[in-house]
């Protein structure tokens, strides 16, 4: 009452109305609601010459917080103005044992010593808690909180050089606090730092440690709401935990749309990249690869990805390989891609509102077709084979390795392979996925896609019946182009077992006629199979169509522009034997 009428009454009622105090009058910006509780009924507060404080703190503890919620508390001394000394003396020690107490403070509702600052300390104690910071035992920030802080200091350490330069801490103001550094100001943080720690500031840039300490000082001095300003923009919720929200930007995919990632994302994603290749030799060692995923809380990427993308001599992740694989994931599990974007701070260092601006979600697949035009750059080929007919070489040749190269197929294999084709100067996604031979298992997705390879063994007369009877069951009236491989071109021709020849059926059912293939190259295998796969992906209505007449490239109506380069080119990249 002395807080609402500013000043003392001296008639009380039993219980006080409850009272809401606007936003607009209090200095966080936040309405509060405040609730008198008669003291007939459980004590609220303590007289500051009482001597079982502690006592009844505990009964507090509870009844009021049930032991286990993190409902922080104030314990308010009133009557200061009865009393000649502070009894802060024996107050403090009860605060350092319960954490959820966040302040105490004495106060005179007679004289309206500190009334007002009691409910401004209630509301930075709901707003800006220090028990999940800090531990005042141990006179140190918690686990978490340095955690957290530590994976901000990473992502804000633009060129990964362990240090915040002046650059780096003005972006990081900026990106904080709305506001750039004075240059005076940054001189007289790092010379605090400075004047405490001796490998707190180098090369005159703040240190990860130098960093940590800062946060310290400011929770010690109070300070706390400016670390949790910093937390709060780098996604961390109340338990300094990734907030859902932050990790999972709400994305619209309607049906038959794909998603893919975008220039600026592609451009984000080549910093990440760059800043991590220390030794600039455009892979990433393993040692590079763990420093990456650092800012992850798990490491996304397993063994099989060195099988998914395309590798250097030594088996690492090269740029391509790297760009790759985050095409996949996009392409594949969206939400994974926002999810790990959110973990690298894209939206903080790109500046973009959410994750969910780096992605690009492609018209429906419905429409392309109908307007004969894509604007897409992944496209999805799902390859079928009986078992042993060469899939799983298929999908390394195109990462360049043969048959010698070929890691162990037991050994984290995959079944996705992931690299980039060049269709008409354009360059694009080829993503190749080997669908598990037994017919049972096919799902929707083995189904979905843009283009069908269906593989058999040129060695062995059983295998071009299982490419029939998928194509029959599957593929006959579908709107997916269909190619035939024959793969194992190396090893001797023996006629297939069927009704009628691999060629003959291709007629038949109007598809190019079968591509010789194989892995058994004492060099990098042939890469042409991909860019013909590319572009019939691509351009859908021209595979369908009757191929061995020459006067459809005159009938195929493709945009005027694109005409003139396509004709040729595409002629030449599909054309028969
Ligand atoms: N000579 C020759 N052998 C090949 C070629 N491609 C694959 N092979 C061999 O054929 C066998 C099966 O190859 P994979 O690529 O594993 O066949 P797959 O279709 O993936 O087999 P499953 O995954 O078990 O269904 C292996 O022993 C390969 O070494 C090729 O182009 N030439
Ligand atoms: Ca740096
Ligand atoms: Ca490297
Ligand atoms: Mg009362
Ligand atoms: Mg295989």
């Known amino acids: 009452m002395s807080l609402v009428s500013e000043e003392f009454p001296n008639v009380v009622p039993y219980r006080a109305e409850e009272i809401t105090i606007p936003a607009d009058v209090t200095p966080e910006r936040v309405p509060t609601h405040i609730v008198d509780y008669s ?13 079982a404080v502690t006592e009844k703190c505990l009964y507090f503890r509870k009844t009021w917080c049930g032991g286990a919620s993190r409902v922080p ?5 009133n009557k200061s103005d009865l009393v000649e000394h502070s009894s802060m003396e024996t107050i403090l020690p009860i605060m350092n044992q319960y954490s959820e107490i966040e302040t105490c403070v004495e106060c005179s509702a007679k004289n309206l010593k500190n009334i007002s600052e009691l409910f401004y300390y209630a509301q930075k104690a709901v707003l800006h808690p220090t028990g999940p910071l800090y531990c005042p035992e141990k006179k140190d920030m918690k686990p978490l ?13 633009l060129d990964n050089d362990g240090i915040l330069n002046d650059n780096e801490l003005n972006f990081f103001q900026r990106t904080c606090f709305n506001t750039p550094l004075e240059p005076q100001a940054l001189e007289d943080v790092k010379n605090v730092v400075r004047k405490n720690l001796n490998d707190g500031v180098c090369d005159n840039g703040l240190t990860l440690k130098g960093f940590l300490f800062l946060h310290t000082l400011f929770i010690q001095r109070g300070r706390h709401e400016t670390t949790w300003t910093v937390l709060r923009r780098f996604g961390y919720d109340d338990d300094l935990e990734l907030n859902q929200d932050y990790l999972f930007p709400p994305l619209k995919v309607p049906p038959d749309c794909t998603t893919e990632l975008n220039h600026n994302a592609y451009l984000f994603l080549q910093s990440i990249f760059d800043k991590h290749d220390k030794d600039r030799d455009c892979a990433l060692s393993p040692e590079e690869l763990r420093d990456l995923f650092d800012v992850f809380p798990y490491m996304p990427w397993g063994p099989d990805v060195n099988n998914t993308v395309c590798t250097n001599d030594q088996g690492w992740i090269t740029y391509q390989g790297y760009l790759s694989q985050w095409t996949l994931t996009t392409y594949l599990d969206v939400q994974r891609c926002l999810e790990y974007l959110g973990y690298l701070g894209y939206s903080i260092i790109a500046e973009q509102e959410s994750q969910a601006s780096g992605i690009t979600v492609t018209r429906d697949k419905k429409i392309d077709l109908q307007k004969k035009q894509t604007q897409r750059s992944v496209f999805r080929c799902n390859v079928f084979g009986d078992i042993g007919c060469g899939k799983s070489g298929f999908l390394q040749a195109f990462l360049g390795r043969n048959l010698m190269v070929k890691q162990k197929p037991e050994e984290h294999r995959s079944y996705y392979a992931i690299s980039t084709t060049y269709v008409y100067g354009q360059e694009k996604y080829l993503l190749l996925h080997e669908v598990f031979p037994d017919f049972d298992y096919l799902s929707d997705a083995d189904l979905a896609c843009d283009i069908v390879c269906l593989v058999y063994d040129v060695s062995n007369p059983y295998s071009f019946d299982y490419c029939a009877k998928v194509f029959k069951q599957y593929f006959t009236d579908s709107k997916t182009p269909c190619m035939i491989i024959a793969a194992k071109s190396d090893l001797p021709e023996i006629k297939q077992m069927y009704g009628c020849s691999p060629l003959e059926f291709c007629r038949r059912h109007r598809m190019p006629p079968p591509q010789s293939f194989t892995c058994n190259t004492a060099a990098a295998p042939s890469r042409d199979i991909y860019t ?11 595979s369908q169509a009757d191929l061995t007449t020459s006067t459809f490239w005159l009938r195929a109506s493709v945009g005027a522009t694109v005409f003139a380069v396509l004709g040729f080119t595409m002629y030449r990249v599909l054309q028969l034997k």
């Open 39 to 51: 003291g007939t009924s459980r004590p609220r507060v303590f007289h500051s010459s009482d001597s």
């Open 73 to 77: 508390l104030i314990l308010v001394g």
């Open 145 to 157: 909180c340095v955690k957290a802080l530590t994976r901000i200091f990473k992502v804000s350490d």
């Open 532 to 542: 013909k796969l590319t572009t019939m992906a691509m351009y859908p209505h021209v």
